[in-house]
T-cell receptor, first 119, second 109 residues
Protein backbone atom coordinates (compact mmCIF):
# COMPACT_ATOMS: atom_id res chain seq x y z
CA UNK A 1 0.00 0.00 0.00
CA UNK A 2 1.83 3.11 -1.28
CA UNK A 3 -0.32 5.73 0.51
CA UNK A 4 0.63 9.22 -0.71
CA UNK A 5 3.47 9.48 -3.20
CA UNK A 6 5.25 12.61 -4.43
CA UNK A 7 7.68 13.25 -7.24
CA UNK A 8 10.37 14.46 -7.45
CA UNK A 9 12.07 14.12 -4.05
CA UNK A 10 14.55 16.90 -4.76
CA UNK A 11 14.65 19.71 -7.31
CA UNK A 12 16.86 22.71 -7.98
CA UNK A 13 15.47 25.48 -10.16
CA UNK A 14 16.80 28.78 -11.40
CA UNK A 15 14.73 31.90 -10.80
CA UNK A 16 12.03 32.17 -13.45
CA UNK A 17 11.90 28.47 -14.34
CA UNK A 18 8.68 26.53 -14.04
CA UNK A 19 7.94 23.07 -12.74
CA UNK A 20 5.13 20.81 -11.59
CA UNK A 21 5.15 18.75 -8.42
CA UNK A 22 3.18 15.55 -8.71
CA UNK A 23 1.15 13.87 -5.99
CA UNK A 24 -0.95 10.72 -6.00
CA UNK A 25 -2.84 8.79 -3.36
CA UNK A 26 -4.26 5.29 -3.49
CA UNK A 27 -6.53 5.47 -0.43
CA UNK A 28 -9.64 6.67 -2.28
CA UNK A 29 -9.67 9.91 -0.27
CA UNK A 30 -11.78 12.80 -1.49
CA UNK A 31 -9.68 15.61 -0.06
CA UNK A 32 -6.12 16.50 -0.97
CA UNK A 33 -3.77 19.30 0.12
CA UNK A 34 -0.50 21.02 -0.71
CA UNK A 35 1.60 22.49 2.12
CA UNK A 36 4.95 24.14 2.37
CA UNK A 37 7.22 23.85 5.39
CA UNK A 38 9.91 26.41 6.15
CA UNK A 39 12.51 26.22 8.95
CA UNK A 40 11.15 27.24 12.34
CA UNK A 41 7.61 27.50 11.05
CA UNK A 42 4.64 25.21 10.99
CA UNK A 43 3.18 23.91 7.78
CA UNK A 44 1.28 26.44 5.72
CA UNK A 45 -1.54 25.44 3.40
CA UNK A 46 -1.05 26.49 -0.23
CA UNK A 47 -4.12 24.96 -1.89
CA UNK A 48 -6.56 22.22 -1.14
CA UNK A 49 -9.11 20.20 -3.04
CA UNK A 50 -12.19 19.08 -1.17
CA UNK A 51 -13.18 16.70 -3.94
CA UNK A 52 -12.44 15.85 -7.55
CA UNK A 53 -13.08 18.91 -9.72
CA UNK A 54 -12.78 21.52 -6.96
CA UNK A 55 -9.80 23.50 -5.67
CA UNK A 56 -9.52 26.35 -3.18
CA UNK A 57 -6.81 28.71 -2.00
CA UNK A 58 -5.19 28.21 1.35
CA UNK A 59 -3.06 30.57 3.41
CA UNK A 60 -0.22 31.16 0.90
CA UNK A 61 -1.45 30.57 -2.69
CA UNK A 62 0.44 33.37 -4.48
CA UNK A 63 2.86 32.08 -7.11
CA UNK A 64 1.27 28.63 -7.31
CA UNK A 65 -1.43 26.87 -9.30
CA UNK A 66 -2.97 23.47 -8.80
CA UNK A 67 -4.82 20.84 -10.80
CA UNK A 68 -6.96 18.07 -9.41
CA UNK A 69 -6.53 15.75 -12.36
CA UNK A 70 -8.74 12.99 -10.97
CA UNK A 71 -9.55 11.57 -7.57
CA UNK A 72 -6.05 10.15 -7.17
CA UNK A 73 -3.85 12.99 -8.42
CA UNK A 74 -3.30 16.57 -7.30
CA UNK A 75 -0.45 18.56 -8.86
CA UNK A 76 1.18 21.84 -7.82
CA UNK A 77 2.71 24.13 -10.44
CA UNK A 78 5.20 26.94 -10.02
CA UNK A 79 4.94 29.09 -13.14
CA UNK A 80 7.93 31.34 -12.47
CA UNK A 81 9.98 30.15 -9.52
CA UNK A 82 11.36 32.67 -7.02
CA UNK A 83 13.96 32.19 -4.25
CA UNK A 84 11.15 32.77 -1.69
CA UNK A 85 9.63 29.50 -2.88
CA UNK A 86 12.62 27.52 -1.62
CA UNK A 87 10.97 25.15 0.82
CA UNK A 88 9.89 21.58 1.48
CA UNK A 89 6.55 20.81 -0.12
CA UNK A 90 4.20 18.20 1.26
CA UNK A 91 1.14 16.69 -0.32
CA UNK A 92 -1.53 15.15 1.89
CA UNK A 93 -4.89 13.47 1.58
CA UNK A 94 -7.50 13.04 4.26
CA UNK A 95 -10.37 10.84 5.28
CA UNK A 96 -13.33 12.13 7.24
CA UNK A 97 -13.55 10.56 10.66
CA UNK A 98 -16.92 11.99 11.65
CA UNK A 99 -19.28 14.95 11.41
CA UNK A 100 -20.20 17.25 8.52
CA UNK A 101 -17.76 19.13 6.26
CA UNK A 102 -17.33 22.10 8.59
CA UNK A 103 -16.41 20.92 12.02
CA UNK A 104 -15.79 17.35 10.96
CA UNK A 105 -12.67 15.44 11.86
CA UNK A 106 -10.24 14.78 9.04
CA UNK A 107 -7.26 12.51 9.56
CA UNK A 108 -4.49 13.59 7.20
CA UNK A 109 -1.93 11.32 5.53
CA UNK A 110 1.26 12.83 4.15
CA UNK A 111 3.66 12.11 1.35
CA UNK A 112 7.45 12.10 1.92
CA UNK A 113 7.93 15.66 0.66
CA UNK A 114 9.78 17.45 -2.15
CA UNK A 115 12.77 19.58 -1.23
CA UNK A 116 12.87 22.50 -3.67
CA UNK A 117 15.70 25.00 -3.96
CA UNK A 118 15.37 28.07 -6.16
CA UNK A 119 18.63 29.88 -6.91
CA UNK B 1 -6.95 34.62 13.63
CA UNK B 2 -6.05 31.25 15.13
CA UNK B 3 -2.43 30.88 16.21
CA UNK B 4 -0.83 27.68 17.46
CA UNK B 5 2.29 27.71 19.63
CA UNK B 6 4.49 24.87 20.78
CA UNK B 7 6.97 25.44 23.58
CA UNK B 8 9.75 24.44 23.94
CA UNK B 9 11.11 24.31 20.40
CA UNK B 10 13.49 21.54 21.46
CA UNK B 11 13.68 19.09 24.33
CA UNK B 12 16.31 16.52 25.31
CA UNK B 13 15.61 13.89 27.99
CA UNK B 14 17.19 10.60 29.10
CA UNK B 15 15.66 7.35 27.97
CA UNK B 16 12.94 5.98 30.21
CA UNK B 17 11.57 9.30 31.40
CA UNK B 18 7.94 10.29 31.08
CA UNK B 19 7.55 13.61 29.32
CA UNK B 20 4.95 16.15 28.28
CA UNK B 21 4.85 18.23 25.10
CA UNK B 22 2.73 21.35 25.04
CA UNK B 23 0.52 22.97 22.43
CA UNK B 24 -1.48 26.16 22.92
CA UNK B 25 -3.98 27.88 20.64
CA UNK B 26 -5.56 31.31 20.75
CA UNK B 27 -9.11 30.60 19.61
CA UNK B 28 -10.90 28.08 21.83
CA UNK B 29 -13.61 27.51 19.21
CA UNK B 30 -11.66 24.73 17.57
CA UNK B 31 -13.11 21.73 15.84
CA UNK B 32 -10.37 19.20 16.33
CA UNK B 33 -6.75 18.93 17.40
CA UNK B 34 -4.23 16.54 15.97
CA UNK B 35 -0.74 15.50 16.98
CA UNK B 36 1.75 14.43 14.32
CA UNK B 37 5.26 13.04 14.31
CA UNK B 38 7.87 14.02 11.72
CA UNK B 39 11.11 12.12 11.28
CA UNK B 40 14.05 13.90 9.58
CA UNK B 41 13.67 14.04 5.82
CA UNK B 42 10.31 12.33 5.92
CA UNK B 43 6.64 13.18 5.85
CA UNK B 44 4.33 13.50 8.81
CA UNK B 45 2.54 10.66 10.56
CA UNK B 46 -0.71 11.22 12.40
CA UNK B 47 -0.46 10.10 16.03
CA UNK B 48 -3.69 11.13 17.70
CA UNK B 49 -6.79 13.07 16.73
CA UNK B 50 -8.97 14.61 19.44
CA UNK B 51 -12.40 15.67 18.28
CA UNK B 52 -13.86 18.84 19.78
CA UNK B 53 -16.28 16.88 21.97
CA UNK B 54 -13.49 14.73 23.45
CA UNK B 55 -11.03 15.49 26.23
CA UNK B 56 -8.34 12.94 25.51
CA UNK B 57 -7.14 10.15 23.28
CA UNK B 58 -4.70 7.34 23.95
CA UNK B 59 -2.57 5.17 21.72
CA UNK B 60 -0.03 2.86 23.32
CA UNK B 61 2.43 4.97 25.33
CA UNK B 62 0.93 8.20 24.02
CA UNK B 63 -1.86 10.18 25.65
CA UNK B 64 -3.12 13.49 24.32
CA UNK B 65 -5.44 15.76 26.28
CA UNK B 66 -7.46 18.76 25.16
CA UNK B 67 -8.68 21.67 27.29
CA UNK B 68 -10.49 24.06 24.97
CA UNK B 69 -11.35 26.56 27.71
CA UNK B 70 -7.69 27.17 28.45
CA UNK B 71 -6.54 26.79 24.86
CA UNK B 72 -4.15 23.97 25.60
CA UNK B 73 -3.32 20.43 24.62
CA UNK B 74 -0.61 18.16 25.99
CA UNK B 75 0.99 15.06 24.53
CA UNK B 76 2.21 12.70 27.23
CA UNK B 77 4.82 10.12 26.29
CA UNK B 78 5.39 7.36 28.83
CA UNK B 79 8.67 5.51 29.27
CA UNK B 80 10.43 7.34 26.44
CA UNK B 81 12.67 5.42 24.03
CA UNK B 82 15.38 6.56 21.58
CA UNK B 83 12.97 5.67 18.77
CA UNK B 84 10.66 8.42 20.01
CA UNK B 85 13.20 11.00 18.85
CA UNK B 86 11.46 13.14 16.24
CA UNK B 87 9.71 16.46 15.80
CA UNK B 88 6.18 16.54 17.18
CA UNK B 89 3.66 18.95 15.69
CA UNK B 90 0.17 19.85 16.74
CA UNK B 91 -2.50 21.28 14.45
CA UNK B 92 -6.04 22.54 14.99
CA UNK B 93 -8.96 22.81 12.60
CA UNK B 94 -11.21 20.70 10.45
CA UNK B 95 -10.39 20.30 6.75
CA UNK B 96 -8.03 23.27 7.06
CA UNK B 97 -5.41 22.87 9.74
CA UNK B 98 -3.44 25.60 11.52
CA UNK B 99 -0.06 24.27 12.59
CA UNK B 100 2.39 24.84 15.40
CA UNK B 101 6.10 24.99 14.56
CA UNK B 102 6.81 21.76 16.43
CA UNK B 103 8.93 20.50 19.31
CA UNK B 104 12.10 18.63 18.40
CA UNK B 105 12.46 15.78 20.89
CA UNK B 106 15.72 13.95 21.50
CA UNK B 107 15.75 10.88 23.73
CA UNK B 108 19.27 10.12 24.96
CA UNK B 109 20.15 6.42 25.39
Amino acid sequence: NAGVTQTPKFQVLKTGQSMTLQCAQDMNHNSMYWYRQDPGMGLRLIYYSASEGTTDKGEVPNGYNVSRLNKREFSLRLESAAPSQTSVYFCASSRRVGGQWEGASYEQYFGPGTRLTVT
Amino acid sequence: KQEVTQIPAALSVPEGENLVLNCSFTDSAIYNLQWFRQDPGKGLTSLLLIQSSQREQTSGRLNASLDKSSGRSTLYIAASQPGDSATYLCAVGDYQLIWGAGTKLIIKP
